[in-house]
């Protein structure tokens, strides 16, 4: 079955980086494009950064564009998110998921989620 294990998360200073990790298995990932959501807390979840299967284009929500990077390396079948100059409002669990339609950026497959808290 599909699983996707995202990893990386943790506490970190406002102004701080972080780089999360989602290894994907169960499918070929270099057929799928994929995505970085978020949720905080009492909020829905949102999008964040997709990634077409090719490597690019890469797409972002305005508030994070300019500071996070989304990439892939389809020979370790993972996607990444690097996050840059982080803000105490970037606090959230981060998701990963599979994105069928780039248009909709509706997340499909999702992983369990890694916590990213930062603190002011």
């Known amino acids: 079955q599909v699983q996707l294990v995202e990893s990386g998360g943790g506490l970190v200073q406002a102004g701080g980086s972080l780089r999360l990790s989602c290894a994907a298995s169960?499918?070929?990932?270099?057929?799928?494009?994929m995505g970085w959501f978020r949720q905080a807390p009492g909020k829905e979840r949102e999008f964040v950064a997709a990634i077409r299967w090719s490597g690019g284009p890469t797409y972002y929500a305005g508030s994070v564009k300019g500071r996070f990077t989304i990439s892939r390396d389809n020979a370790k079948n993972t996607v990444y998110l690097q996050m840059n100059s982080l803000k105490p409002e970037d606090t959230a669990v981060y998701y990963c998921a599979t994105v069928s339609n780039l248009a909709t950026m509706i997340g499909n497959y999702w992983g369990q989620g890694t916590q990213v808290t930062v603190s002011s």
């Open positions: 169960g499918l070929t990932f270099s057929s799928h494009n």
